[in-house]
């Protein structure tokens, strides 16, 4: 039997150190793998492929957004190279996935969500007031310390042009799965940089509102 003293000092230590384990466990999400096949035909997801500002509450499961997020940036092939083309295989588009409860970065390569900023920051991915009650927003966020360009206005352009292309696959997906979804430059900038510590090599290009 423990004395009062060892309990004592046994309860010290799991005040001090679960609040470790917690966080070290919310700190990166396993996303489930993606589902690589069946889905709509893609002519009927073109035909069915739209712009819509009205969403619900209801969250998207871990396996909807594993397949969303693989959709759109995933690895699909054994070098590394993408679900969507990028300007000399720079590859300068990150992913931030912005939920009520944190913002994520996702890791392609691990296939996880790893975790930035906690806190409901919905506020910083639209001006409007959908994509502040959605419960999914994402930020495509261009590195531009990746790109190689001399000229930053050529890169920013390019920087679009690749998330155009991420964003085309966003909805196509969502065409395909039921989902609601919507593109907009319309986006905080300063904010967004101030709420993610991002330096000047770190351009938010557009964000995403995905959901039912």
Not at 119 to 130: A, E, K, P, T, Y
Request: with cysteine.
């Amino acid at each position: 039997m423990f004395s009062k003293n060892q309990i004592k000092f046994l309860f010290a230590l799991l005040l001090i150190f679960a609040p470790c384990s917690i966080f070290a466990q919310k700190s990166e999400i396993k996303l489930p793998q993606p589902v690589k096949t069946g889905g709509m035909p893609l002519m009927e997801a073109l035909a069915n492929r739209k712009s819509s500002r009205d969403f619900s509450s209801k969250e998207l499961s871990n396996q909807q957004l594993s397949d969303l997020l693989w959709a759109m940036w995933g690895i699909n092939r054994s070098d590394g190279r993408r679900t969507a083309p990028s300007a000399r295989n720079w590859q300068e588009t990150e992913l931030f996935v912005v939920k009520s409860d944190a913002i994520y970065k996702y890791n392609a390569k691990n296939n996880s969500l790893e975790s930035v900023k906690s806190g409901d920051n919905r506020n910083i991915v639209g001006l409007q007031d959908f994509a502040k009650k959605a419960p999914l927003n994402i930020l495509l966020v261009a590195n531009t310390a990746l790109m190689s360009g001399k000229d930053e206005s050529d890169n920013l352009n390019t920087a679009h042009i690749d998330a155009g292309f991420i964003s085309q696959n966003a909805y196509l997906y969502c065409a395909s799965a039921g989902l609601n979804c919507v593109v907009r430059l319309m986006i905080d900038r300063d904010e967004i940089r101030k709420i993610l510590g991002f330096d000047k090599k770190m351009y938010p290009v557009v964000g995403l509102t995905i959901g039912y």
